[in-house]
Each structure stands twice: as structure tokens, then as C-alpha cells.
């Protein structure tokens, strides 16, 4: 258990919905990432929030965004979803701003099916 | 850019060895392996740095050339357990926030 806990497990929604993805990080941790896996693919990048504020951003659409609040619980909010959505959404925690250069700690991941 | 993974994919008997190379273009600050088991998160291996040295433990090894921007992950008498897909994650300075991953390469290992 890495005690970084994400929820739900599984989401199944429709085209043009909008979900909300949750990631409480381990504690301590004062960074979160999220990362998404489609089939088969390695680990995208979407975006990083250290103390609750943006620190990076990777390769995010506009229809989604996230938010880590001072709690240090983070949501990814997708909205319009489209077919290609599909796909394992993880959440990571550091305790540091720099990812880079410490170990990330990942949680068992939520997986979106558009349908 | 993404770092590039080689083998995509080795199919081993127990007890053999194994090594996965990772090579970027940019120059590294940190090299990461991971081992993901379908479906699962990713778990952390071990973690190199600029200027460290070779790291390991148990049968599981991992070298960073700085110099070429590579990093290979060995595998030693490898068990059943080991099978699962190895990504790497490197990072490009001392305050990168993030990691590039690999496209990972699968591994199975069988009887």
C-alpha cells in the first residue's frame, strides 16, 4: 500500500459528461501529479500541484483542469468527455516540489471508460 | 521528449537474466525505474541521480551513463514475480518537477 488513495476505482460515463477524479496523497506529501495510461501506453503527464498551487503542466487538455485543495486532496475534473478518454487515470505524491529527483509514490489508479 | 525504451517487449525463463536499456536525447539529472503489473500501480524499483552511483538490491540492478543519457536496468536470475511491464522516468535537472516516463517494456517471465 503506497498510502496514496484514489476514488473512485472504476467510473463508466457517457460522451459530453463531466467526472471528477479524486487523489488523496500520502501523508506528508505536499505534491501531487496526475498521469494518464491509455492501453497499452506509457505514462502521460497531465499536471503537478505543490502546497495548492500549479507547478507544472504536461500535456493537459483544456476540457480538463484540477485543483489541489488545503487538505492536500487533489480532483481532476474531465469535462465533454470523448470516446478517447478512455483510460487509467493515476494519481502520484512526492513530499517535495521536484518529482525529478525523489521518489513518487502511486495509487491504485482510476479507470475512465467512455461509452 | 519521451525517453526511449529498449527491448518494447522479452519473454525469459526463470532464472535468466535480463537487461532494459532507457536512453534520452536531453541531458539527465535523474533516471527512475518502475515495474507495473497489469492493471496496477506502478511501483518504485529505485531511483539514480547525478553523480551517484550504481544502485540495487536483491537481484535488481541499475547503472546511469551521464554521459551517453542512459540508464540500464538489470535483471538477475530472474523469478516469476519480476514479470510486469518497466518503465523508466527521468528527470532533466536538480528541480525538474516531473517525470517523463518510457513507453515501458514488458517482461514476462515463465517456468
Known amino acids: 500500500d503506497s498510502g496514496v488513495t484514489q476514488t473512485p476505482k472504476h467510473l463508466i460515463t457517457a460522451t459530453g459528461q463531466r467526472v471528477t477524479l479524486r487523489c488523496s496523497p500520502r501523508?506528508?506529501?505536499?505534491?501531487v501529479y496526475w498521469y494518464q495510461q491509455s492501453l497499452d501506453q506509457g505514462l502521460q503527464f497531465l499536471i503537478q500541484?505543490?502546497?495548492?498551487?500549479?507547478?507544472a503542466k504536461g500535456n493537459i487538455l483544456e476540457r480538463f483542469s484540477a485543483q489541489q485543495f488545503p487538505d492536500l486532496h487533489s480532483e481532476l475534473n474531465l469535462s465533454s468527455l470523448e470516446l478517447g478518454d478512455s483510460a487509467l487515470y493515476f494519481c502520484?505524491?512526492?513530499?517535495?516540489?521536484?518529482?525529478?529527483?525523489?521518489?513518487?509514490?502511486f495509487g491504485q489508479g482510476t479507470r475512465l471508460t467512455v461509452v | 521528449q519521451q525517453p526511449v525504451q529498449s527491448p518494447q517487449a522479452v519473454i525469459l525463463r526463470e532464472g535468466e537474466d535480463a537487461v532494459i536499456n532507457c536512453s534520452s536525447s536531453?541531458?539527465?539529472?535523474?533516471v527512475h525505474w518502475y515495474r507495473q503489473k497489469h492493471g496496477e500501480a506502478p511501483v518504485f524499483l529505485m531511483i539514480?541521480?547525478?553523480?551517484?552511483e550504481q544502485k540495487g538490491h536483491d537481484k535488481i540492478s541499475a547503472s546511469f551513463n551521464e554521459k551517453k543519457q542512459q540508464s540500464s536496468l538489470y535483471l538477475t536470475a530472474s523469478q516469476l514475480s519480476y514479470s510486469g511491464t518497466y518503465f523508466c522516468?527521468?528527470?532533466?535537472?536538480?528541480?525538474?518537477?516531473?517525470?517523463?516516463f518510457g513507453t515501458g517494456t514488458r517482461l514476462q517471465v515463465t517456468l
Open positions: 539514480l541521480l547525478k553523480g551517484g
Open positions: 502520484a505524491s512526492t513530499l517535495g516540489p521536484t518529482g525529478g529527483n525523489t521518489e513518487a509514490f
Open positions: 522516468g527521468t528527470g532533466n535537472t536538480g528541480t525538474a518537477s516531473k517525470l517523463t
Open positions: 500541484y505543490y502546497n495548492g498551487e500549479e507547478r
Open positions: 536531453k541531458a539527465l539529472y535523474s
Open positions: 501523508s506528508g506529501d505536499l505534491s
